[in-house]
């Protein structure tokens, strides 16, 4: 199941925030599970040494999730964690628009999230590869 755009598409719309969206050839509700379920987010999200605290719920539409990165892994930021507002929208074709909305705490952070692009387009890859592997698995098919 190919993505409908192969990389994450960065936008600033204000000084303290990133916009990243793509589109996936897979129902939203799908789309909320893989960012959910801890078996499934460690397989995609990256790199190593980040942890999110969901704050906000509202099943399979959106997420709220605050992220800290260890500074041991070398991404630790000055700023303090972000808050990442994940929506899931469907497309006329059943798959979904994926639009993560980051708020960071100076612009001086916002540029260098701007250099992560592409992490966060080998992020998405995976979490490609990670619904392909789950919408071909009978079992779990059949639960979207």
């Known amino acids: 199941m190919p993505a409908k755009s192969d990389s994450a598409q960065p936008s600033v719309p204000a000084d303290r925030e990133v916009v990243v969206e793509r589109e996936f050839d897979a129902p939203p509700e799908m789309m909320f599970e893989a960012w959910v379920r801890p078996e499934h987010l460690a397989r995609w999200w990256g790199p190593a040494g980040f942890a999110g605290t969901i704050r906000e719920v509202d099943p399979p ?84």
């Open 61 to 144: 539409n959106r997420l709220v999730v605050s992220e800290q990165a260890d500074r041991a892994s070398g991404y630790g930021e000055p700023g303090g964690p972000v808050v990442h507002t994940v929506t899931f929208d469907e497309t006329a074709d059943g798959g979904t628009h994926l639009t993560v909305r980051t708020r960071l705490r100076s612009a001086a952070v916002r540029d260098a999230m701007l250099r992560m692009r592409d992490g966060w387009s080998q992020s998405l890859d995976r979490l490609e590869s990670e619904l392909d592997n789950v919408w071909r698995a009978p079992s779990l098919a059949r639960c979207y």
